[in-house]
């Protein structure tokens, strides 16, 4: 599969290839990861190396029970797995409790990606599926998220609610800058920084691995859709796009070329579903649903690109014979 | 005695019905949280499917065959009807567990498949036979994801606390599904590579 790209006719060569890709994406990801070590410390050291260890492992282990030679795997590794055990960590609270990253790993690897055939015929983002199968099973763990402070590598740590469960509860909204920064803000490791995720996001989209302006649209209609929910206060746009992982699922998960839509048209649709979606079920929830999300989108692509197919050059439509 | 073991691996290997025919889906994925639970309905439903197939084995020439389906349902209602009372007065903890997929025992398939392809066209004793190792075949097969998701979704076994881990996706819907999935493949796998020995061995012979 490694030498395909998605997109519709017509086809130019290029010297992508699904490593380059995966590569590109591991160095856009590495100032969120930086960030979150920073901020959230061994801990979120610790669940990063389970997470993308496990499911680099998950990958090799399936290879060699199918009896495939070691060699001809590691020619064909193309850090694909390690990009999905990377984003997994990344959306995930930081603690001790490894066996949570190792579980949603392994699951995401084994039962998302490779029973479906591998690299490239997954049905959905593998990322996501793994940390919802992790969010359902440890919800008391998972909930838990720890605020970051740099002072309280000393101090006892605060655990608390995250600012966009403060936001659906109670109202109350940190400032935009701190948002920004992810500066005493609770949250997932990687999700807290949104300054490094847009550098992150920039840098793919100048390397033409994504094409920046869906996940703007997402992100806009994600904004729009919690101001008219909250009765069209204005108030709500920046914290409600600035706080969870909407930014991050936007640009890094939502953008896999294997659960996207081919057309351009499809690829609006998705992203402006991916957003509404995210801000409609938060509302009602109360809890963190851009994953839920993707998830949902990745399931309608197969119909979204029936109901968008573009009409061949010249085509014309066959007449339904009278009976 | 030939006949019988045919029966008998019929209703628990070939056409095993909830991992071969993929019958009874529905009391499959919501009542295998425990595995308690499986060996209840399991029972419950072989009691049904035994007598059923007797009544109507007996009754398969007085039926007319234009009015079939709604005489096998009155037959299987009258039967599920007794369970339901028996159960309540004797063992109401499993009568409340099973909730309202007792009553729908009516409309299992297992019962109105069997009773429509095996005990319309055999007789009795066969027909008891069929409706007993159907029957077991539905209970065993149940009782085993019982146990898988209940030992993986509560860290229990038979009501049993086993360790204080538990993943929850096992005991919530979407685990049943996963579950399931998991065991029709393992179990086709098996017995495809069981019949591929048989059909090796069987050449070597030749």
């Known amino acids: 599969m490694a030498e395909f790209k998605f997109s519709q006719s017509p086809h130019i060569k290029s010297g992508n290839s699904t490593r380059k890709v995966m590569i590109n994406v591991l160095i856009a990801l590495l100032p969120a990861t930086i960030m979150g070590i920073v901020y959230f410390g061994i801990p979120a050291l610790l669940t990063i190396l389970t997470a993308v260890i496990s499911s680099v492992g998950a990958e090799f282990v399936y290879e060699l029970i199918l009896g495939k030679k070691f060699k001809s795997i590691l020619k064909r590794f193309d850090f694909s797995s390690a990009v999905t055990g990377l984003i997994i960590a990344l959306i995930s609270p930081a603690n001790y409790h490894l066996y949570i990253p190792f579980i949603a790993s392994v699951f995401a690897i084994i039962v998302v990606k490779m029973l479906f055939g591998g690299t490239g015929k997954n049905l959905v983002n593998p990322a996501a599926a793994g940390r919802i199968v992790a969010f359902i099973s440890f919800t008391t763990i998972m909930n838990n998220f720890v605020a970051p402070n740099i002072a309280c590598i000393f101090d006892n740590v605060i655990t608390g609610a995250t600012s966009l469960q403060s936001l659906l509860f109670d109202g109350t909204r940190l400032s935009t800058l701190d948002l920004l920064l992810g500066t005493g803000v609770a949250g997932c490791i990687g999700e807290t920084c949104k300054i490094a995720i847009l550098v992150g996001g920039i840098y793919l989209a100048i390397r033409k691995i994504i094409n920046i302006i869906y996940p703007l649209i997402a992100i806009a209609i994600a904004g729009l859709v919690a101001v008219m929910l909250n009765g069209f206060d204005f108030g709500v746009f920046l914290p409600a796009i600035l706080s969870g992982g909407l930014i991050f699922g936007a640009i890094f998960m939502a953008t896999d070329y294997v659960t996207n839509p081919v057309s351009a048209l499809g690829k609006v649709v998705f992203f402006i579903g991916y957003g509404a979606l995210t801000s409609i079920l938060r509302h009602f929830t109360g809890y963190e649903t851009a994953s839920f999300a993707i998830l949902l989108m990745n399931l309608l692509v197969p119909l979204i690109d029936k109901c968008t197919l573009s009409k061949p050059f010249g085509y014309k439509k066959a007449k339904k014979e009278a009976k | ?206």
Not at chain 2, 1 to 15: H, P
Not at chain 2, 16 to 28: Q, R, S
Not at chain 2, 97 to 123: D, H, Q
């Open chain 2, 1 to 206: 005695m030939n006949k019988f073991s045919k029966i008998a691996s019929n209703g628990l290997i070939k056409e095993n019905p909830t991992f071969k025919l993929i019958l009874g889906t529905c009391p499959t994925l919501a009542l295998t949280t425990a595995a308690f639970n499986g060996i209840g309905m399991g029972l419950a439903v072989t009691f049904v499917l035994i007598c059923s197939n007797v009544l109507i084995s007996l009754l398969k020439k007085v039926i007319p065959s234009n009015v079939r389906i709604p005489a096998y349902i009155l037959i299987i209602a009258t039967f599920v009807t007794i369970v339901k009372l028996v159960l309540d007065k004797f063992i109401p903890s499993l009568y409340d567990a099973l909730g309202v997929y007792l009553p729908l025992i009516v409309v299992n398939c297992i019962i109105l498949g069997r009773a429509e392809s095996f005990a319309s066209k055999n007789p009795v004793t066969d027909s008891a036979l069929d409706g007993l190792f159907m029957g077991l075949g539905f209970t065993v097969s149940i009782t085993l994801m019982g146990a898988v998701r209940e030992i993986l979704g509560a860290g229990a076994i038979f009501g049993f606390k086993l360790w204080d881990f538990s993943i929850d996706f096992f005991a919530s819907s979407a685990g049943a599904f996963f579950t399931y999935a998991i065991f029709i493949a393992l179990f086709n796998f098996i017995l495809y590579k069981i019949e591929q020995k048989k059909k090796l061995s069987l050449l070597e012979v030749k």
